[in-house]
């Protein structure tokens, strides 16, 4: 079966502008985190959504936002941008293996730069 | 913040030799598991270790964990370059809490 899509693979964005990813997860995955991966931060997580509701978010402002569609792909956006905010951002979608235990299966993710 | 910590953070070898890279967590686990990174790109799932198994293996890679010290470790077996990578512990729980990575420098 296909894997988790990210799209667009790279950007680059101005300070102040917003941006607006997305993630297909894997077909009949009701589950999608997203995380921010910066040099020498691993992985943050920013929030995970099942089923189109906020089950957990990270600490993160208020500028980083997301949601889930019925057809559970996912958006996240990234409003008045900084510096700082140029990142990999990873999206994850959440299943079980043949055990019952939760693994992620993720993107290729999405290289912002904000200059 | 991060619930699980990498050692070292780097680590280079020749190929054909062992690699082996630790990972120290934070609180109680229902397993913990084990991904590679590639350069800039997403993360792949490689094993996962119950907390009631102290040992397992999948191919070169052996992985073990100890409760007690809540700690785990990876060791790849006959390296070869193509291991060369970020490799990442993670536990779960209501979400997956990653930790800063080893890189692994495999030089042919």
Known sequence: ?????QTPRYLIKTRGQQVTLSCSPISGHRSVSWYQQTPGQGLQFLFEYFSETQRNKGNFPGRFSGRQFSNSRSEMNVSTLELGDSALYLCASRGRES???NVL???AGSRLTVL | SQQG???PQALSIQEGEN???NCSYKTSINNL???RQNSGRGLVHLILIRSNEREKHSGRLRVTLDTSKKSSSLLITA???ADTASYFCATDGNQFYFGTGTSLTVIP
């Open chain 2, 5 to 7: 910590e990498e050692d």
């Open chain 1, 99 to 101: 055990s019952g235990a």
């Open chain 2, 33 to 35: 598991q084990w991904y």
């Open chain 2, 19 to 21: 690699a082996t890279m």
């Open chain 1, 105 to 107: 299966t993720f993107g």
């Open chain 2, 79 to 81: 390296s070869r370059a």
């Open chain 1, 1 to 5: 079966k296909a894997g988790v899509t």
